[in-house]
């Protein structure tokens, strides 16, 4: 799907990201819930790219719907990372899954997306995730950064990166 036209007020050159949004599901021992997706290597967590109109927390419930076969509402918004890939700004919206408990026994993969899951210490993370994401998840979870983050770290003082 391509993006529409930009509306006559957007200047030339203004950012159109790519918007992406995932859920940051926790056990009992504080580990991350990561999934294997068979389309790319490594791990991720669960989500996936917001669609045109579609609000990131909507897209939250609905990828999470997809891959793990949870209904569940977000909780709240624990960070977006800005992040430029190859000139492509991308925006990243992880909000706060909770902890899944009993509810794990119920994660339901499809099979063409993700072929696996599993609980990762938060100590482990780099060692499963590319590192932008290993840095933003890590970012998250210790809950020291903020709400904001660019290229998955804290952003202090200036905004200037």
Do not use: N, Q
Not at 9 to 26: D, I, K, N, Q
Not at 140 to 146: F, P
Request: charged residues 20%; aromatic residues 6%; contains cysteine.
């Amino acid at each position: 799907m391509s993006l529409p036209p930009a509306p006559p007020w957007v200047p030339p050159g203004a950012a159109r990201p790519l918007v992406a949004a995932g859920a940051v599901y926790r056990d009992g021992a504080g580990r991350v819930l990561l999934v294997h997706p068979t389309y790319k290597p490594g791990w991720d967590v669960p989500g996936g790219v917001v669609e045109i109109g579609e609000a990131p927390a909507v897209a939250c419930r609905r990828e999470v719907l997809e891959e793990l076969g949870l209904d569940r509402d977000p909780g709240p918004l624990l960070t977006v990372d800005w992040t430029d890939v190859g000139g492509h700004d991308k925006l990243l919206f992880l909000f706060d899954g909770g902890v899944l408990g009993d509810d794990e026994h119920r994660i339901v993969l499809p099979a063409d997306e993700l072929d696996a899951w599993a609980w990762v210490a938060v100590d482990d993370l780099a060692e499963h995730l590319p590192p932008p994401l290993a840095r933003r998840l890590a970012s998250t979870v210790a809950g020291a950064a903020g709400p904001y983050l660019e290229h998955g770290l804290p952003v202090r003082g200036d905004a200037s990166g």
